[in-house]
């Protein structure tokens, strides 16, 4: 129910957009979060949308560099990687849930859970590969 692609080799300082497709009737219910995975390291948060559009939450090693953005007529977020670097390699994940304050902005504070299991639906990833 959740297919990411866009991903591919790029050089250092290239771009690319990935995108995660989710297969839900009510896909404006739910939070997308984009996650990846290096060889040999842990599978880390790298950003989140939520289901109101009003939270975009970026990890710092990101910030200035990637943007995510969603569109609910196509079931669709995306993820737009600029200005990308060698550490940016992995595998990258899209995953999906219903529940709002998985990824949320209220009361003037950003909430966002990185825990795998929170997460109804997982996609198989995309490779991201940037050359030095």
């Known amino acids: 129910q959740v297919v990411e692609s866009g991903g591919g080799l790029v050089h250092t300082g290239g771009s690319l957009r990935l995108s995660c497709v989710v297969s839900?009737?009510?896909?404006?219910?739910?939070?997308i979060g984009w996650f990846r995975q290096a060889p040999g390291q842990e599978r880390e948060g790298v950003s989140c949308?939520?289901?109101?559009?009003?939270?975009?939450i970026l990890i710092d090693s990101v910030k200035g560099r990637f943007s995510i953005s969603r569109d609910n007529a196509k079931n669709t977020v995306y993820l737009q990687m600029n200005s990308l670097k060698p550490e940016d390699t992995a595998v990258y994940y899209c995953?999906?849930?219903?529940?709002?304050?998985?990824?949320?902005?209220?009361?003037?504070?950003?909430?966002?859970?990185?825990?795998?299991?929170?997460?109804?639906?997982w996609g198989q990833g995309t490779q991201v590969t940037v050359s030095s």
């Open positions: 995953a999906a849930d219903i529940d709002a304050e998985i990824c949320a902005y209220y009361s003037g504070s950003y909430y966002w859970s990185v825990i795998k299991d929170d997460y109804d639906y």
């Open positions: 839900v009737s009510n896909f404006d219910y739910y939070a």
């Open positions: 949308i939520s289901s109101s559009d009003a939270a975009h």
